[in-house]
């Protein structure tokens, strides 16, 4: 097929993590001396129309091919019944092939976890006794308490925490629990600074689960006013806040810990989404290693 009638990836780089220079010119020189060897995977999503089939598994080949100028290259098309049985294909395929550090694979098996969170077969996986979760930390090579945790961090919305993670100063165990003695610890200088980016990250977590939770309208509905709450909150009333961010946390990590929406239900009619709870006791994430 010729690589002018395909489309690129749809996704961005938490699906497709950038490659180094060494390894993009390493594969530059062996299409152009070899060819492309491994076929790319192409697709459609059923009732998306006629379009340009989109590149699944491949994207870094088709850009080569392109810059060569190549007729033709070798592809595998197959059809996709929604957006995140693609995406899906397009992890497990990086997963697989990719020489990657365990915070790099951790990050991807982590956008895995999301997308099986969103997956109509959600239900269907939990039947089968192996949930979103570990479905997710199996095709990641990693343990369901390395990737709670390596989610925990990312859910603290600590920024300098999750570039040391992620660059492979911290490892996920020590950048967990530096992350929760913040999180549930303390109002200190490095607290408040960290405030904007913890909302940020909250208010897109908490949209997540409002979409996931659309065929229960008074759930979603809740966690939507929590949502509103947050995001009326300033950094100038540093109490309220931080005591909503901590509502959202605990929100979050609940359904999250237990593959399921009987602990998030719990946790929306709880008390501390209606009056504001003390710092430090109920209101503090649950161990997600537990």
């Given at each position: 097929?010729?690589?002018?009638?395909?489309?690129?990836?749809?996704?961005?780089?938490?699906?497709?993590?950038?490659?180094?220079?060494?390894?993009?010119?390493?594969?530059?020189?062996?299409?152009?001396?070899?060819?492309?060897?491994?076929?790319?995977?192409?697709?459609?999503?059923?009732?998306?129309?006629?379009?340009?089939?989109?590149?699944?598994?491949?994207?870094?080949?088709?850009?080569?091919?392109?810059?060569?100028?190549?007729?033709?290259?070798?592809?595998?098309?197959?059809?996709?019944?929604?957006?995140?049985?693609?995406?899906?294909?397009?992890l497990r395929d990086n997963l697989e092939r990719r020489q990657l550090s365990i915070a790099a694979r951790?990050?991807?098996?982590?956008?895995?976890?999301?997308?099986?969170?969103?997956?109509?077969?959600?239900?269907?996986?939990?039947?089968?006794?192996?949930?979103?979760?570990?479905?997710?930390?199996?095709?990641?090579?990693?343990?369901?308490?390395?990737?709670?945790?390596?989610?925990?961090?990312?859910?603290?919305?600590?920024?300098?925490?999750?570039?040391?993670?992620?660059?492979?100063?911290?490892?996920?165990?020590?950048?967990?629990?530096?992350?929760?003695?913040?999180?549930?610890?303390?109002?200190?200088?490095?607290?408040?600074?960290?405030?904007?980016?913890?909302?940020?990250?909250?208010?897109?977590?908490?949209?997540?689960?409002?979409?996931?939770?659309?065929?229960?309208?008074?759930?979603?509905?809740?966690a939507r006013a929590v949502r509103e709450s947050l995001a009326k909150g300033t950094k100038g009333d540093?109490?309220?806040?931080?005591?909503?961010?901590?509502?959202?946390a605990k929100i979050i990590m609940e359904a999250q810990s237990h593959d399921g929406l009987s602990a998030?239900?719990?946790?929306?009619?709880?008390?501390?989404?209606?009056?504001?709870?003390?710092?430090?006791?109920?209101?503090?994430?649950?161990?997600?290693?537990?």
């Open positions: 097929m010729s690589p002018k009638a395909l489309a690129p990836s749809p996704f961005g780089s938490d699906v497709n993590p950038p490659a180094t220079l060494a390894e993009d010119l390493a594969l530059y020189n062996s299409i152009e001396e070899n060819g492309i060897q491994v076929p790319l995977t192409v697709g459609r999503v059923k009732g998306e129309g006629k379009g340009k089939p989109k590149t699944v598994n491949g994207n870094r080949r088709l850009k080569i091919a392109m810059e060569l100028g190549l007729a033709d290259v070798p592809v595998i098309v197959k059809d996709y019944e929604s957006i995140e049985e693609m995406r899906q294909d397009a951790a990050d991807l098996a982590n956008a895995l976890w999301r997308s099986f969170d969103r997956a109509r077969d959600k239900k269907e996986m939990a039947a089968q006794g192996i949930g979103p979760r570990k479905r997710a930390a199996i095709a990641g090579g990693l343990s369901e308490g390395s990737l709670a945790k390596f989610r925990y961090v990312l859910d603290s919305g600590i920024d300098r925490i999750i570039a040391d993670m992620r660059s492979g100063k911290l490892s996920i165990d020590k950048a967990h629990g530096l992350a929760r003695k913040e999180v549930e610890g303390g109002k200190g200088d490095a607290g408040e600074q960290d405030i904007p980016a913890r909302m940020k990250r909250l208010l897109s977590d908490l949209d997540d689960l409002v979409h996931v939770l659309k065929a229960i309208p008074e759930t979603a509905r809740r540093y109490s309220r806040i931080e005591k909503k961010m901590q509502a959202a998030l239900c719990l946790a929306l009619n709880a008390p501390i989404l209606d009056s504001a709870p003390d710092v430090g006791s109920a209101a503090a994430p649950p161990n997600l290693a537990s």
